[in-house]
């Protein structure tokens, strides 16, 4: 007298809604298992899945995320008061997860994490992502919305991605290694704004919690960073956006161009003033 599977197969379907949040799920197949109590404790989505979390009133501050892979997914459940609460998401084949611009802010940023496999973990309410584990030909793409002389569309590429995230799922921070690479294009192209370029053997970028854009990139290892014809090396640099000053810290910082090379314990450029501070 108790539901203990549940098959769908062609166009398959299922939706979780609670008081506060939707989980939509989608695929050509879906399979469900129930435990004692009724509640969901897994359901495998196989071929095109799609896994949608979505507030029920889209929040001010929340981000629709999705998550698709053309293979399979895997959804683990726990037991929640009223209804199961999603505890973790699996992927098999290449997967993206994308988070939609922040309700309620016009100026936020789009962001997407794609890996071969990933890992996702939510918080214990069931509908906030948590941290990601993507691993495998990674790439995290971050798009402000509204395109600005000073903002860029970034690019990180490295093998494996470990992501943390604000309530809302929003992210809060990613880490890449090894030998990862940031790639900055100017939303608006101009004369002497270039495409940027950001390497080392880690690389971790840290989120504005409001905008969800990019805030700051701290590359240890092996540090370099290129914009048009300068060039700049370090053992570690920091990078902060807002502000657009790179820091060059360890090792022997060195900065050069066409025209000349400078070497020094510290040195700071602001890029965005075109100057340079030794130390």
């Not at 609460?85 to 100026?107: F, K």
């Not at 004369?191 to 969800?212: I, P």
């Amino acid at each position: 007298k108790k539901l203990q599977t549940g098959y769908a197969r062609g166009n398959a379907f299922l939706k979780q809604t609670a008081a506060d949040r939707a989980t939509d799920v989608s695929a050509n197949e879906i399979n469900v298992f129930y435990g004692g109590s009724q509640q969901m404790e897994r359901a495998n989505a196989v071929s095109a899945a799609n896994v949608s979390i979505t507030p029920t009133n889209a929040s001010p501050g929340y981000s629709k995320a999705t998550v698709f892979a053309p293979q399979a997914v895997k959804l683990f459940f726990r037991p929640g008061n009223a209804e199961s609460l999603l505890n973790e998401i699996q992927t098999d084949g290449r997967t993206s997860i994308v988070m939609q611009p922040v309700a309620g802010n016009p100026r936020s940023a789009y962001r997407k994490l794609t890996a071969d496999a990933v890992k996702t973990f939510l918080g214990e309410n069931g509908k906030d992502l948590l941290r990601a584990e993507a691993v495998g030909n990674g790439e995290l793409y971050v798009e402000p919305t509204q395109p600005t002389p000073e903002n860029y569309k970034t690019t990180v590429t490295a093998p494996r991605f470990d992501c943390d995230f604000f309530a809302g799922n929003n992210a809060r921070s990613c880490t890449a290694a090894t030998k990862a690479k940031a790639v900055l294009v100017p939303t608006i192209p101009a004369e002497k704004r270039g495409t940027r370029t950001l390497t080392a053997e880690k690389l971790v970028t840290n989120f504005n919690q409001n905008t969800q854009d990019i805030e700051q990139f701290d590359a240890g290892g092996n540090a370099k960073f290129t914009d048009l014809d300068r060039n700049a090396v370090a053992d570690r640099i920091v990078y902060t956006a807002p502000d657009e000053i790179v820091r060059l810290r360890g090792g022997e910082p060195t900065i050069w161009d066409s025209r000349a090379r400078a070497r020094a314990g510290e040195h700071d450029e602001d890029t965005k003033n075109q100057n340079c501070y030794w130390r």
